[in-house]
């Protein structure tokens, strides 16, 4: 049984830094293209940045493209989003997902597993 865990998310003041995790298990992590989603209220789920199986590439929104930063380390089965300089607008709800494919896709429905999200507040 696949399980995505996320963990990080907290309230931080506009500026600030914040280093999510994703904990994966019951899949060879290897294996497996892996990204970093976010949904705000009443907005779409969004794309924020993918991380091939290797780790050898990465891709990210070009919206987003300087402040953030996905890394993973196979060793330990998990996959980590930096956010820097952290704006009220980055407030959102940040998933986890992956999925076994070579591409890293941009949208949410090509991947087949999701974690439960942490939530990320950033005040002004």
């Known amino acids: 049984q696949v399980q995505l865990v996320e963990s990080g998310g907290g309230l931080v003041q506009a500026g600030g830094s914040l280093r999510l995790s994703c904990a994966a298990s019951g899949l060879t992590f290897s294996r497996y293209v892996m990204a970093w989603f976010r949904q705000a209220p009443g907005k779409e789920r969004e794309f924020v940045a993918g991380i091939s199986r290797n780790g050898g590439r990465t891709n990210y929104a070009d919206s987003l493209k300087g402040r953030f930063t996905i890394s993973s380390d196979n060793a330990k089965n998990t996959v980590y989003l930096q956010i820097n300089t952290l704006k009220p607008e980055d407030t959102a709800v940040y998933y986890c997902?992956?999925?076994?494919?070579?591409?890293?896709?941009?949208?949410?429905?090509?991947?087949?597993?999701w974690g439960q999200g942490t939530q990320v507040t950033v005040s002004s």
């Open positions: 997902a992956g999925d076994l494919r070579i591409s890293i896709p941009v949208a949410p429905v090509s991947y087949g597993y």
